[in-house]
């Protein structure tokens, strides 16, 4: 589980690896103005990195985007929120085939050194 602090749809907390269930879990604190919800995301090693990527990627849509219409400005916020949520993952997951993934769609290149030390 990856937990995401929300503050008007924007900042996304770190995550821990739980290596053996490959599960994401982080806590996150609200404040006034901020709602904290939760991704849940299994990875599946009997699907590809390419499914699996797919696969967060959805979750982190659906739980960073406002239904409805809105502002530019908001959804702004929200494609912020799913950036920082995907790179928290492939960082967290420390995976080189879904760093490649990763680095391919978005240009956004997670450094080894980092998912290195992520461990």
Do not use: W
Not at 30 to 38: H, I, L, R
Not at 69 to 83: G, M, T
Not at 84 to 93: H, N, R, T
Not at 100 to 112: C, E, L, N, P, V
């Amino acid at each position: 589980m990856i937990a995401i602090k929300r503050l008007a749809v924007a900042a996304v907390l770190g995550c821990a690896v739980i290596a053996a269930s490959g599960q994401f879990a982080s806590s996150a604190s609200a404040g006034p103005d901020q709602t904290t919800f939760t991704i849940v995301f299994d990875y599946d090693g009997a699907q590809s990195a390419e499914h699996n990527y797919r696969a967060f990627l959805r979750e982190a849509r659906r739980a960073c985007t406002t239904p409805g219409i809105r502002p530019i400005s908001l959804r702004k916020l929200e494609d912020a929120c799913i950036a920082q949520a995907v790179d928290s993952f492939v960082q967290k997951l420390g995976r080189t085939d879904i760093a490649a993934i990763h680095f391919d769609r978005t240009g956004r290149r997670i450094d080894s050194s980092r998912i290195l030390a992520a461990r």
